[in-house]
């Protein structure tokens, strides 16, 4: 396998930040192999403990685009204030002749880690060295942010390339490539793997005359950690771009866990009765459960059992959604500035058509109308739902 030019564009990615003590790091790109110009390329890589406790490092190799999700570490143990010195890491400890992608390094105790890859032909190496990467540089759908790139270029003297490495439920995200303007140069959509490597040309994006380029990156699906590289067309020489990461509007699904109580009230009929609900918040798998009790006649039936509609957030807010005996197929959402919106859809009451919902939700309160739309032109019905935090 041949990696041409691209071999010598790998980079120090991370904000200001990097090299921050975790105990997980991303390398976020590394190669072994031939390249242009009767080039070879190797990688060495340096894993220090910083602390006063013995540390277990484990290795993992992040081939690109593929499912990492399973791949074999090796172990590297770091006594107290030492590190450990990994010549040909790719070909000593992975054992590959050839190959790109990028490490993901997880310790029992907060490590550092940084990496050298050089040309082991002629007499200037064009080595580059790039930091690991900490869980605070990475971008993610659920915080709402976005990772920008500068001193990007695209044109006969220069040419970028772009880097990611997915998180463990992979990553959806966008590239928008701006001039220094801040017009759009080209935009493209890419999908990795759970922990996959990726790696691209600007080149395709933006066309060979692009001039000075910023990359915009946002992810609208699960996280990664995003690093550029610069290479000199006249010279060979190559040098990284740190992706900043900048925090987006938030969304705090926690806020709202909890016990709620209240009532509900048909405005147009006078019926009413007590309502209650339980909010629960997974923030690892970013899911959300909701437990509604009406109790009361509702819809002019008897009292309700307590039902649970599930659902996920992210930096936009919640949705849940589930088929109710009473309420039919339901979706309900609130949105990062706490409105509420839904529908209750093939609800089993013969009676009734649809129903409809909207109104404001904070951490402390609910207050939601609904309307209930007859079958056969019946008309309508109005209620609202009020229900306090316990």
Known sequence: ????????????????????????????????????????????????????????????WLERDQDNSAASPFTVDLPPGRQAVLVDVIGDRVGLASGGGAFRIVS??????????????????????????????????ADGTTAWIAGLQQSPSSRSNLFAVAGPSGADFSLVARGSGGAELGSASFSVPPWGAFFTSLQPIVGSNAGDVAAELTVTSGGAWFAGSRIDESTGDPFTLAAAVIQGPTFDAGAYAGSYSGSWQNTTFGSSGAASMEISVDSNAQTVAMMIDMDGSVFGSSDPPAETFTGTYDANGFTVTGSSATFGEVEVTIGADGAI???????????????????????????MNYLIQFSGGGGTAEGVITMLRQ
Do not use: K
Not at 6 to 13: D, G, K, P, Q, S
Not at 133 to 141: E, H, N, P, T, V
Not at 349 to 367: L, R
């Open 1 to 60: 396998m041949r990696f041409a030019v691209w071999t010598c564009l790998m980079l120090a990615a991370g904000s200001v930040a990097a090299l921050n003590p975790s105990t997980e790091i991303v390398v976020p790109a590394g190669a072994r192999g031939d390249g242009a110009g009767g080039s070879v390329w190797q990688m060495d890589l340096f894993v220090l403990n910083p602390g006063s406790s013995p540390a277990t490092a484990m290795v993992h």
């Open 108 to 141: 029992d105790q907060p490590i550092v880690a940084t990496s050298r890859i050089y040309n082991l032909q002629g007499g200037s190496t064009f080595g580059q060295g790039f930091e690991g990467l900490s869980g605070d540089q990475m971008a993610r759908s």
């Open 341 to 367: 919106s839904g529908a209750g859809t093939d609800i089993p009451n013969p009676g009734i058509a649809g129903a409809e919902f909207s109104g404001t939700a904070t951490p402390e309160e609910f207050s």
